[in-house]
């Protein structure tokens, strides 16, 4: 079992936020488990949470933003892709600002801080989510694709290929999370030069500069253009020589662009809210098809949780696996304390016992007789008959044999039982049966919704000379 994670102890940074270019302190805040990330405005009136979940994306032009609660925090994605990087489960991000900052357009600066904190690990189980079947996302008007295939790690691949002929067609892959601080964290976001009179005409990238983001040069400029360029990032020694990347910076990778747009897909898929096992193939990915992507898995996990939470439906109308004169011959009860008409389904490691609740029963006629209802602990006897069939089936002369509970733990009623009811008892096996103890699992259910539900633990006993006598059995 892998266990949850937060940090020790609260820890601080400051930058500036690249689109709004305000100066922003963010604090990383040890969460409780199951807690998830969280960020919080506590620059605001009332210091407003803001769930990251991508339910609550509203924007992607060049970053992922988040609402909630009348309050908004822009560009998500590298602090959340740190946190996943260093398997963080549950942190409280709060900041004073609209934007978490950009610092160096990686996710290392949030990486270091955080491990500087020191990882705690916590006592909930770490619950994944793992696929089972492929998943498929697609945007031919922007040519993206992305496909998620069964894998028992966290893996991704990507291609990144904008017909450029600075950048070409790069690839990048991680094969399993703890890869990420080492071969994707220092990574840098980057635009190509063309771009920057767009994003400034739309009042973004306020904050940024050379220090930040690596800005691909794919064409020729000329001298007055470059003297723009000095003005935008105030600094005078503004260089192009050719083809290639703006004042010659240095890449950490030749594949760096493709590895950043990994870290992105990281930290946006992060919005899921729970950590995921599959492998993620990804061609020309972007922060819009990202979310379209992780709310597409998070609409299968909550599909697939319904599903498991669903009541099961059961076939009354076909032949009973045992009838009532079948089960007279297994347990030694008769009416009126035989509380179960007909089992329809029997298996090694479970059953379903039926019992048709009239007004004839005995139980009525003292237990709330002008408003009868069967008493809860009937039903847990009838689950116990139910679940005694189970375990004397595992014998070979089970006439031979007594059932005795020793234990009852999560014992729940529901809803009421009352004359014309149709009571289902599914019972299963929580460990195997082993020298004679038998522990089991049930749920009571009238018309597919569940009544109550308890566990059992009881053993079974082989009488000799009329006398009970224990028994080990493997």
């Given at each position: 079992?892998?266990?949850q994670?937060?940090?020790?102890?609260?820890?601080?940074?400051s930058?500036?936020?690249?689109?709004?270019?305000?100066?922003v302190?963010l604090?990383f805040?040890?969460?409780?488990?199951?807690?998830?990330y969280k960020?919080?405005?506590v620059?605001?009136?009332d210091?407003p949470?803001?769930?990251?979940?991508?339910?609550?994306?509203?924007?992607?032009?060049?970053?992922?933003?988040?609402e909630?609660?009348?309050?908004?925090?822009?560009?998500?994605?590298h602090?959340?892709?740190?946190?996943?990087?260093?398997e963080?489960d549950?942190?409280?991000i709060?900041?004073d600002g609209?934007?978490?900052?950009?610092?160096?357009?990686?996710?290392?600066p949030?990486?270091?801080?955080?491990e500087?904190?020191?990882?705690?690990?916590q006592?909930?189980?770490?619950v994944?989510?793992?696929?089972?079947?492929?998943?498929?996302?697609?945007?031919?008007?922007?040519?993206v694709?992305?496909?998620?295939?069964?894998?028992?790690?966290?893996?991704l691949?990507?291609m990144v290929?904008y017909n450029?002929?600075v950048?070409?067609?790069q690839?990048?892959?991680?094969?399993?999370?703890?890869?990420?601080?080492?071969?994707?964290?220092?990574?840098?976001?980057f635009?190509?030069?063309?771009?920057?009179?767009a994003?400034?005409?739309?009042?973004?990238i306020k904050?940024g500069?050379?220090?930040n983001a690596i800005?691909l040069v794919?064409?020729?400029?000329?001298?007055?253009?470059i003297?723009?360029?000095k003005?935008?990032?105030h600094?005078?020694d503004?260089?192009i020589?050719?083809?290639g990347?703006l004042?010659?910076t240095?890449l950490?990778?030749?594949n760096?662009?493709?590895r950043?747009k990994?870290?992105d897909?990281?930290?946006d898929l992060?919005l899921?809210?729970?950590?995921?096992?599959?492998h993620i193939?990804a061609?020309?990915?972007?922060?819009?098809?990202?979310?379209?992507?992780?709310?597409?898995?998070?609409a299968l996990i909550k599909?697939?949780r319904?599903?498991?939470?669903?009541?099961?439906m059961f076939?009354?109308s076909?032949?009973?696996?045992?009838?009532?004169m079948d089960?007279?011959k297994?347990?030694?009860?008769?009416?009126?304390?035989l509380l179960?008409d007909?089992?329809?389904?029997?298996?090694?490691?479970?059953?379903?016992?039926?019992?048709?609740v009239?007004?004839n029963?005995?139980?009525?006629?003292?237990?709330?007789p002008e408003?009868?209802?069967?008493?809860?602990?009937?039903l847990v006897?009838?689950?116990?008959?139910?679940?005694?069939i189970?375990v004397?089936?595992?014998?070979?002369?089970?006439?031979?044999?007594l059932t005795?509970?020793?234990?009852?733990d999560?014992?729940k009623?529901?809803q009421?039982?009352?004359?014309?009811d149709?009571?289902?008892?599914?019972?299963?096996?929580?460990?195997?049966?082993r020298?004679?103890?038998?522990?089991?699992?049930g749920?009571?259910?009238?018309?597919?919704?569940?009544?109550?539900?308890?566990e059992?633990m009881?053993?079974?006993v082989?009488?000799?000379?009329?006398?009970?006598t224990?028994?080990h059995?493997?």
């Open positions: 079992m892998i266990k994670r937060t940090i020790k102890k609260q820890v601080s940074i930058g500036t936020g690249l689109h709004t270019g305000k100066q302190n604090t805040v040890p969460a409780p488990e199951n807690h998830g960020f919080q405005r620059d605001l009136t210091n949470i803001i769930d990251a979940d991508v339910d609550n994306v509203i924007d992607t032009a060049r970053g992922t933003t988040l909630q609660n009348g309050a908004r925090v822009y560009t998500t994605e602090v959340l892709a740190a946190l996943v990087g260093l963080i549950n942190m409280l709060q900041l609209p934007e978490i900052p950009i610092m160096d357009g990686s996710a290392m949030f990486i270091k801080l955080l500087g904190a020191g990882l705690m690990e006592n909930a189980e770490r994944y989510f793992e696929l089972k079947e492929n998943l498929s996302y697609e945007d031919p008007i922007k040519n694709e992305m496909l998620a295939v069964p894998q028992d790690s966290f893996r691949t990507v290929d450029s002929d950048l070409g067609t690839h990048a892959h991680i094969y399993n999370v703890n890869q990420f601080k080492t071969d994707i964290a220092m990574c840098r976001t635009v190509f030069l063309h771009e920057l009179e994003l400034l005409a739309n009042d973004l904050g500069d050379l220090n800005v794919d064409k020729e400029i000329s001298e007055a253009q003297d723009h360029l003005k935008i990032f600094k005078e503004v260089e020589k050719g083809k990347v004042n010659n240095t950490h990778y030749f760096e662009p493709a950043h990994l870290l897909i990281v930290g992060a899921v809210g729970v950590p995921l096992k599959m193939l061609a020309r990915p972007g922060h819009a098809g990202n979310i379209a992507f992780a709310k597409k898995i998070k599909s697939q319904a599903k498991k939470n669903a009541s099961p076939d009354l076909k032949e009973p696996v045992l009838n009532i089960i007279q297994l347990l030694p009860h008769r009416q009126p304390f179960i007909k089992i329809m389904e029997l298996t090694p490691e479970s059953v379903v016992g039926v019992k048709n009239t007004m029963e005995e139980f009525f006629k003292g237990h709330f408003n009868p209802v069967m008493p809860g602990v009937l006897e009838a689950m116990a008959q139910t679940g005694g189970l004397l089936k595992t014998v070979p002369d089970p006439e031979n044999y005795y509970f020793m234990k009852l999560g014992v009623f529901k009421k039982v009352i004359p014309g149709t009571v289902v008892f599914d019972l299963k096996l929580l460990t195997p049966i020298r004679g103890i038998c522990h089991m699992k749920i009571a259910y009238v018309n597919n919704k569940p009544v109550m539900e308890a059992m009881a053993q079974i082989k009488i000799k000379n009329n006398e009970p224990l028994v059995t493997s």
